[in-house]
């Protein structure tokens, strides 16, 4: 129905998109169906009630059987996973612990909230599904960051790429869950700690019934909690990460002149046309400013199609080689685009064919700015979509 609210699903893009990202909510979501399976048998009775009970485990072991099956096959290969290890297991058991990934610094109010839960899941005053959900984020980072045996931690991190920063962004999202139920359970203790010291307070209705008062204080300790656990790891992120994020010449990825670039390729490149580009300077993102797309908008080498490194290897000789001409043409790609700025993370120049793009006699400098330049292939005729629009 228009203007209706809409129902909340889980969108099968994110499999596609983000394969990686669904992989963690299956995980994620274990801890969820265990103690649903174990709290369900305790609920029922009968003959019935123990079919239904081995129903679910059957369901469960249906679950694990197919996760597993698609946690082997659902991962990049071992070479596209170079990332290693960045510190030992005790400095990635504290991070977690703190909240401060990847050697943000410790939040201390994470820290005490966190032990609170430790002690109250000791006691077994804490969500189980909670707390499984918790470590299963947790030891995934300590393997990606910390785990000496490649073998291993390549099976159970390969998926992420055995990227530390990846799964240090998945932790927090669960210890924001753990926090808030250990304030909770702190501010409650405290509540009624004080009714019983001072029982006055329960005739001005500081009780679980009504709480005014309560939720009043409620509300300032928690805007004092929140303002405290900006200092140290947050601040340290926003300081690590402007650098990256300001435009200026020397940007890491892409620079204001690049960017100017791409934004006026709609103005040269006709739709459908692709482009040649390395993927590490930033030419990837010709997509999101001017909807034409590269061969390669990816980082990946493994995703790259053969032809396409064919064309970036041997671009210098577009004129001299007939197969190139033939690869354009089928590939229906018509345009070069050279970034003579940095690369991401200095990124060696892997390419020899777009080293000399400037000087390539099969190419036409179509437009360019500071040392942005666009080219076009002349050397193999023109693209039909080309010669239709007068290009």
Known sequence: MAGGPRHHRLDPAIALAHPSTFMALLLLALPVFVVAVVRYRRILAGRTGAVRYWVQVALLVAYLVVGVAVWIRVRPSIEASGWNTVQTMSQAI??????????????????????VAVGLAMRRQFSQWVLGVYVIAGVLFVVVSALR??????????????DPNRLASLVPVVA????????TWLFLRTRDALVERRPELARHKF????TPAAAGIAFVVAVAMALVGQYSSVNYAVAAGTPDYQPRGEAPLLSPDEEALLKRLDQHVP??????????????????FSGRRTLTPHLNEGSMPPEAKTLMNDLSRIGEDPALCALVR?????????FDGR?????PKAYPGLETVEFNRGLVLVDRQGWASLYRITACGESPAVSANGR
């Open 94 to 115: 504290g991070q977690v612990l703190t909240g401060g990934m990847m050697g943000q610094g410790p939040s201390w109010i994470v820290f005490a909230l966190t032990l």
């Open 176 to 183: 924001v869950v753990v926090c808030t139920i250990s304030a």
């Open 271 to 288: 739709p459908g046309v692709k482009m040649i580009g390395d993927p590490w300077n930033g030419s990837g993102f010709s997509y999101a």
């Open 343 to 347: 690369v991401l993370w200095d990124h």
């Open 207 to 210: 009780t679980r019934e009504s």
């Open 149 to 162: 045996k490649p073998e291993l931690r390549h099976f159970i991190t390969g998926i992420w790429y055995n």
């Open 330 to 338: 089928e590939l229906n790609v018509y345009y070069v685009l050279d």
